[in-house]
């Protein structure tokens, strides 16, 4: 679907003769934390975590990039900022 949107408004532009201007777009920041039991505190080696970015103002996931990442031992994760890159037409 995502592929369709962007061959979709590379057309457009190639139609309209004006050429087009990529954009980047931050979908999530980066993020950081600790996974731990939630029974003992205990970290969670190895747990893996999966960020997954929503729509503003709701809990329904959008077509952005999702990333996984692995916990150490213990237990903290490091997720990278997520970008999506689009193309929008040039001003003219």
């Known amino acids: 679907m995502r592929s369709r949107a ?7 532009c190639a139609l ?3 050429g087009c ?6 979908t999530s920041p980066a993020v950081q934390g600790r ?5 003992t505190a ?5 747990a893996n975590v999966t960020i997954m970015p ?10 952005s990039p999702v990333t996984t990442v692995t916990a150490g031992l ?4 490091n997720a990278p900022a997520l970008f999506d890159r689009f193309w929008v037409p040039a001003p003219r």
């Open 6 to 12: 962007l061959l979709t408004m590379a057309l457009l």
């Open 16 to 18: 309209a003769g004006a």
């Open 21 to 26: 201007i990529p954009r980047t777009l931050e």
């Open 35 to 39: 996974v731990v039991d939630e029974a």
């Open 42 to 46: 205990a970290p969670v080696a190895g």
């Open 54 to 63: 929503v729509e503003l103002g709701s809990k329904k996931p959008t077509d």
């Open 74 to 77: 213990d237990g903290r994760f």
